[in-house]
């Protein structure tokens, strides 16, 4: 007695093709195992007799399970990338420039094609036009009818139209989520190609790269292709960068991408999108603000400033450790101040922060002050290296009074530290006059003021009296 099963569809049940199958691909497919190489035969099979009925049905002897045939050559093309590539470059040509048509489409064909298996190819053509070989060249096999004249590498050079195909990316990002993945590893791959490709086609990729990064379709760690030495040399990096931040801007703003570029631990690495000999703030600020970026140049600016001030910080408090010669400290900071533009303001708060916390006080008042004059005397010479501006003088007064008023045991030692400082050519008469006419902070500024009154009138009687004595001359 026989049992008769059907096949199902999208199985050649019949005929010359499933018997020549069978005498061709049984012996290979079975190991001595009774295992089955995977896409050759669906399911496991261990019997080798089959007959037919007439109503073209495979029947089987009665406790043997059915040998499902591999689906006809028409049905593989999900798994053959030649095929698949050939399926999507079809449908974009038939889309032609119509995006929508394009999206429409994509949304459809994913149920039938492999798009998890073939994801590079299908970003692939949909930027480029083509499959790509390694280093950015184009797959065509020699033969124009793998190539679509539809993707982002022809498009217009425009935002609106960038922007388009960026919408084309998101709604089938959003309809196939497990291509997110796919497609950053895609734009870091692209980014590393970027020599191969055509100056058009670099500034679309980086407008549509900005647009990304801005409504979130794309996270900013992608960016660190850019820093490759093999796009960086070529100056490849740089130019890219700038069409591309000026691409995000004009989505978002320059709050938006400085904030995201922190967040990605990115904003220091800025200077590495140039090459070694010109890793520095003086070319990054001429480059950016020609691109009209100024507002990512100024940000680069203070971000390297506040770098730069921390390593300054901690390389002067290891050599005030070690007594190092004043003269050494001096020269050591203005080449830090030349390599990185400090500005001389921004030097003197910094190094009356270090050496008012390189010692442990005495928390008795009486004995406090005189502690404080003989450390400030010493190191005066340093201070006074940095204090050449006028702003620089009153950012150092107005530092020393928030100082005392935030440590209540220096309160009585304002004014002697501002009378030394002034003997010792730290502090000008011009920038104490002025501080105590309107430049102090309210931060105790009765008491301070007070302090300051005799000293004050000494200033004023004796500029008057040298006024008094050129008249005379």
Known sequence: MTTQTDLGPGYRTLGSYAVGHLVDSLEPCVDTQGSVNEGDIVWTLFFVKTTEDQSGRLTLPQGCSPLLFPPHPDEKEKFEPTVFR??????????????????????????RLDYRRYADTL??????????????TRIDEGDKTKVTEHCVFTTKENHANLRHYAQVFNKLIRRYKYLQNAFEEEIKKLLLFLKAFSESEQTKLAMLTGILLANGTLPPPILTSLFSDNVVKEGISASFAVKMFKAWISEKDANAVTSALRKANLDKKLLELFPANKQNMEHFSKYFNEAGLKELSDFMRVQQSQGT?????????ERLSQ????????VYVKEEMKRSALQEQAVIGLLWNILMNAVEWNKKEELVTEQALKHLK?????????????????????RIQEYCYDNIHFMKSFSKIVVLFYKADVLSEEAILRWYKDTHTTKGKGVFVEQMKKFVEWLQNAEEESESEGEED
Do not use: W
């Open 309 to 317: 001030r921390k390593e300054l910080q901690k390389e002067l408090q």
């Open 378 to 398: 010493h190191y005066a010479p340093l201070l006074a290296a940095f204090s050449t501006q006028g702003q620089s003088e009153l950012v150092l007064l107005l």
């Open 123 to 136: 970003f692939d053509i949909l930027i480029a036009g083509s499959m790509l070989a390694p280093g950015g």
């Open 323 to 330: 007594d190092c010669p004043i003269r050494e400290m001096v």
């Open 86 to 111: 050939d399926t999507i470059i079809l449908g974009l040509n038939e889309a032609g420039g119509d995006l929508d048509a394009v999206a429409k489409f994509l949304d459809v064909t994913g149920s």
